[in-house]
């Protein structure tokens, strides 16, 4: 087997997966918590239940919509931005799941009045859990885009452009006459 440099194709296509799982996740949660709504009367707490739904929807949402912006940008050029927020989202997920084992504790663990929501609590969990857990995989993408960056010869920057300090400094030299 031999090693191949990573390519941005490569990472779109894996920055891909993440967005097809993620809007597979955002599906699944979204009916769960319709049923959580249709079901309210049988939990003891539907409310805790929903605000850890309403909690987790808009994030994988958000980050969905980075994942897009990401690839539509990485084709024109590769930029430490997008390694940095593709490491943030990895290191934001495993910090989120310590929210999965409190709701575990909180709602599942523990004797139910209608042990008939048990599976459907365990269902939303296990979900929220294994996105979190798919979303590591972003800091693959970032080791990926790190690789191509390093190898990959930036662009001279344009002699024309000028700095902040430079730009000010000429503008305010005294005239000569």
Known sequence: MTYTEPTTADVIEQLGARKVDALNTLEMLRAQRARVVEDAAKFENPQAVLEYLDFFIPSIDEVVVECDR?????????????????????ANCRTEQRRCLVFRDKCINRPLPHESMR??????????????????????AAARLERIINTTPQPEPDARVMGRRQLFSNLLKPYKR
């Open 119 to 140: 599976p459907l609590l365990n269902d939303i969990s296990v979900t929220t859990r294994d996105q979190l857990t798919a979303f590591f995989d972003l800091n693959n």
């Open 70 to 90: 990401i690839v539509e940008e990485l084709p024109r050029r590769v930029t430490r931005a997008h390694i940095d927020m593709l490491r943030q989202i990895a």
